[in-house]
């Protein structure tokens, strides 16, 4: 098959989003498929993906210049999309976007990858585009020909269940042999307990704030924050007056896959996405955590993975999905990190190898492609 991978992410730098897509296409090649990843906007021109186009670059942030870039970014995905000529687009779910679907739907089918619950995440960041997916989702979602949801319980809920559409899940995996562990058998040899947690800015799910408050409860830990840097640390929390940014705290900013695999591996215990309450959602697998285990480190979460939900694994600790998830389990917390030294972590890994990568996954999912495919074949 010939396969468009539509995204409005910014693939200019390795982030989760475009290390993820690359392990995808990558295994999609393997099984004889050609991918054109095509992305909306970035911040800047030059792609970390191969095969790929980016249609617009540091876009204006004003409504004059969304709707020219709007404009200018549907005639050039015509335009590519016509050349490629696929027969099958795939897409991470975007907010509607003026003459998007008939751009879609004049090329070829459409699949949606839906990662998250969008009507209570846009809720949290922006209430004017609240409004607006709200109003328009349904034109990107009602016409499309087939829904792939990272979790059991996306696929369930009724805002998307209503558009009845043909569905598959599959959780999110990682790159299992692109995980260096040359440091995992060393980490017994520090006295120092560290801890690991990847966030993203504005993105309140992943409980940055419940981090720092369990940083200035355990000042005897190290805390690496990865994604944040010092300045933009402090800024967020003088959002919250019981908070503050204790020593123990290492900022890291953003950082490159290689740099953040060495952050990782130097540490013992990673800490996923604490808030997902916050998005009205109880289940996910986030990539970062599928990082952690990929590089046998064992794990704190505050929501149920789909992929470890029903295994008995004494190197995860899962608290309730809750706000006062933390400041309850303290002690808990506490043991655990000071225990995770006993884990052994290349099982840790086996068990990643055996369970979240992407090989088994993506093979359903291009099974999926195919029936979409033939069936409109058919139409």
């Known amino acids: 098959m010939k396969i468009v991978y ?29 991918i054109k990843v095509i992305a909306l906007n970035s911040t800047a021109t030059n792609s970390q993906i191969q095969d790929s186009v980016i249609l617009t670059a540091n876009a204006k942030k004003t409504l004059i210049g969304k709707f020219l870039r709007n404009v200018f970014l549907i005639k050039s995905l015509k335009k590519e999309l016509e050349k490629f000529k696929p027969d099958l687009i795939y897409s991470r779910y975007i907010c509607y976007i003026p003459c998007l ?26 209430k004017f585009k609240y409004f607006y997916n709200i109003l328009t989702r349904r034109f990107l979602l009602n016409n499309a020909d087939g829904f792939v949801f990272v979790s059991n319980e996306l696929k369930n809920l009724k805002c998307f269940k209503r558009f009845q559409k043909p569905s598959i899940m599959c959780s999110n ?7 260096n562990i040359t440091n995992l058998t060393n980490r017994n040899n520090r006295a120092k307990h560290k801890v690991v947690f990847i966030g993203t800015l504005n993105q309140p799910w992943h409980g940055i704030d419940k981090i720092i408050f369990l940083a200035n409860s355990l000042k005897n830990i190290e805390f690496n924050i990865i994604g944040y840097t010092h300045g933009e640390l402090i800024s967020y929390i003088n959002n919250y007056k019981s908070l503050f940014l204790s020593h123990n705290i290492i900022c ?8 953040a695999i060495n952050i990782i591996a130097n540490c013992d215990v990673g800490i996923g996405s604490l808030a997902l309450h916050r998005n009205k959602m109880n289940e996910a697998s986030p990539l ?58 290349i099982k840790i890994r086996e068990f990643s190898i055996a369970n979240l990568g992407y090989q088994s996954k993506e093979e359903a999912k291009l099974n999926f492609f195919k029936r979409i495919t033939q069936s409109h074949h058919k139409i």
Request: net charge neutral; charged share 25%.
């Open 101 to 126: 679907v008939k751009t879609f739907k004049a090329a070829a089918p459409y699949i949606i990858e839906i990662n998250t619950n969008d009507i209570d995440e846009i809720k949290q960041c922006n």
């Open 252 to 259: 890291h900013g953003f950082l490159n896959h290689a740099k």
């Open 288 to 345: 970062k955590v599928r990082q952690y285990l990929a590089l046998g480190l064992p794990i704190i979460i505050g929501y149920q993975d789909t992929d470890l939900m029903g295994k008995k694994l004494d190197f995860v600790l899962e608290l309730e999905n809750t706000e006062t998830n933390i400041a309850n389990n303290l002690d808990k917390i506490k043991k655990f990190i000071y225990t995770s030294k006993t884990f052994d972590n």
């Open 173 to 179: 995996a990682i790159g299992i042999k692109d995980s």
């Open 6 to 34: 539509v995204l409005n992410e910014d693939i200019s730098r390795v982030t989760g989003v475009t290390h993820k897509v690359i392990s995808q296409i990558s295994i999609w090649n393997e099984f004889g498929n050609i």
